[in-house]
Each structure stands twice: as C-alpha cells, then as structure tokens.
C-alpha cells in the first residue's frame, strides 16, 4: 500500500511534469495547455453523459427490484475518472479516459468486487446493512 502511495503522490507527479514539459518544448505551450483544457471539457462532458445513464439503470435495477451493484460500480469508477480528467496532464487524462471505457470499468469492478469478497471470506472486511 506504501509504495502505491508513492507512486500517486511522488513519482506520478513527477511524470507528469516530465510529460508536460516535453510536450510544452515539442508543441509550445499554447497546444499544451489548450490540450489540457479539452481533455477536461471532453472528459466531463462523457463523465456526466455516462453518469445520466448510470443513475438510470440503478433507477430501473431499483425498479425491478434488483440490487443496483452494475450500476453503482460504474457509478463510483466515473467518480474516480472526474479528478483524473480534472487535473492537467497527460497521464492523468489516459487514467481518467481509460475509465471511461465500459469495458475497463467492467473488468475494474470485477476485480474489486472480487478483492471485496476475498477480504469479507479471510474476515478482513465485514459487511453492515441498514434497514432504514
């Protein structure tokens, strides 16, 4: 956990600045921040597009009276994607657009619902539900 920390908050900076840098002597700086500014405008744009049809299928899993966890997944990586689209750079805007693949979005949701249900199984997580 650590050295995933380190990573975010150290050495990612740190490339981004080297990316930016080198996109700013190889195209100006002008392009460079213009590109930023549309990955953020476009990125948004999706996000909230892709955000409307997640609200709707929970509304309609709700509906049906099924659990809306498809849903809510999709829900929450978008919400991860927003602050990666948001910050200025080239790595955070391939995160950030990568998460706004359904397909990625399905497989990271398999892969955390599925390191959810390992921890609950060892008994390192446990599970609180409120009927309310």
């Known amino acids: 956990m650590l050295f995933l920390l380190v990573i975010l908050f150290?050495?990612?900076p740190i490339a981004e600045i080297y990316v930016l840098l080198t996109a700013g002597s190889l195209f100006g700086v002008l392009p460079v921040v213009a590109a930023c500014l549309i990955?953020?405008?476009l990125g948004g744009w999706i996000i909230r597009l892709q955000g409307v049809a997640a609200i709707?299928?929970?509304?309609r899993d709700m509906n049906e009276g099924k659990p809306p966890v498809a849903s809510a997944v999709n829900g929450a990586?978008?919400?991860v994607a927003a602050p990666f689209l948001m910050t200025p750079g080239f790595i955070t805007d391939a995160v950030g657009f990568s998460l706004?693949?359904?397909p990625v979005r399905l497989w990271l949701g398999r892969l955390a619902l599925a390191?959810?249900?390992k921890r609950i199984e060892r008994g390192?997580?446990?599970?609180?539900?409120i009927k309310g």
């Open 124 to 129: 390192d997580a446990t599970v609180t539900i």
């Open 77 to 79: 990586l978008l919400v």
């Open 39 to 41: 990955t953020a405008l």
């Open 10 to 12: 150290v050495i990612g």
């Open 56 to 59: 709707n299928a929970a509304r």
């Open 100 to 102: 706004l693949i359904p």
């Open 115 to 117: 390191e959810i249900k």
